[in-house]
């Protein structure tokens, strides 16, 4: 289904991000938004990897591997796909990175930095406004020799689980029908707006 405000919802949260990960010295693709639905960013070539960070787990790794469903992982676990549908993303590890020669492994060492950084940065800034980031995907790209950040950090690439209710405030409500996902898209984009009106982070 088409429907233009989840698509708002999901572009004001990046358009959030982005910018506070710049102040935190992660370099992004965004430049500026020309309307609720429409991001401009710089062209990079997209890296095809799938970085994944979780902090609890859900989702494939409780299918795939004997977690509980929301236990803590600490440190927190990086997992990296090989973003490629015909061979359904598979699970890649260092070896295989290199091997493909998808990136060098100074950018790999590199990506893995960036990806805890953000990490830490959401989480405080999620924790702060009472939702736990369980877990997120982000891709990179490059320009030239420099690396940045692309994609989007939004509802649609992240699982959060309200602190006090433990519900679903992502993709998830859709997929498993646990509710109304726009309500619960519009939920975490105004508890965003709401820090921005209070003089932010
Ligand atoms: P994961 O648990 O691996 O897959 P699923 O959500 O299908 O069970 O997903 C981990 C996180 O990464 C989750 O927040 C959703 C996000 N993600 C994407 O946004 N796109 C993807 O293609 C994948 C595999 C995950």
Redesign the pocket.
């Known amino acids: 289904m088409y429907c233009k405000k989840k698509g708002e919802y999901n572009a004001s949260v990046s358009a959030y991000f982005f910018p506070l990960l710049e102040e935190h010295g992660i370099p992004t693709h965004f430049i500026r938004m020309t309307d609720p639905s429409t991001m401009i960013v710089r062209k990079l070539t997209m890296i095809p990897l799938?970085v994944?960070v979780?902090n609890r787990a859900?989702?494939?790794?409780?299918?795939r591997y004997p977690f509980e469903e929301g236990a803590i992982l600490d440190p927190p676990v990086i997992?990296i796909?090989y973003?490629d549908d015909s061979r359904h993303?598979p699970m890649l590890n260092d070896d295989l990175i290199l091997a493909l020669h998808l990136v060098t492994r100074s950018e790999l060492r590199r990506i893995k930095e960036m990806a805890i950084a953000i990490n830490a940065l959401l989480v405080r800034f999620f924790d702060s406004i009472g939702i736990t980031l369980?877990?997120?995907?982000i891709e990179f790209g490059k320009a030239g020799e420099s690396l940045y950040l692309g994609d989007e950090i939004s509802m649609?690439?992240?699982?959060l689980w309200d602190m006090t209710t433990g519900e679903s405030l992502?993709?998830?409500v859709y997929?498993f029908d646990k509710g109304d996902v726009m309500e619960a898209y519009e939920r975490v984009a105004k508890r965003i707006q709401a820090t921005v009106k209070g003089g932010g982070q």
């Not at 369980?134 to 995907?137: E, T």
């Open positions: 799938e994944i979780r859900a989702g494939s790794i409780v299918k997992v796909d973003k993303d369980v877990d997120f995907k649609d690439s992240m699982r992502d993709k998830d997929r």
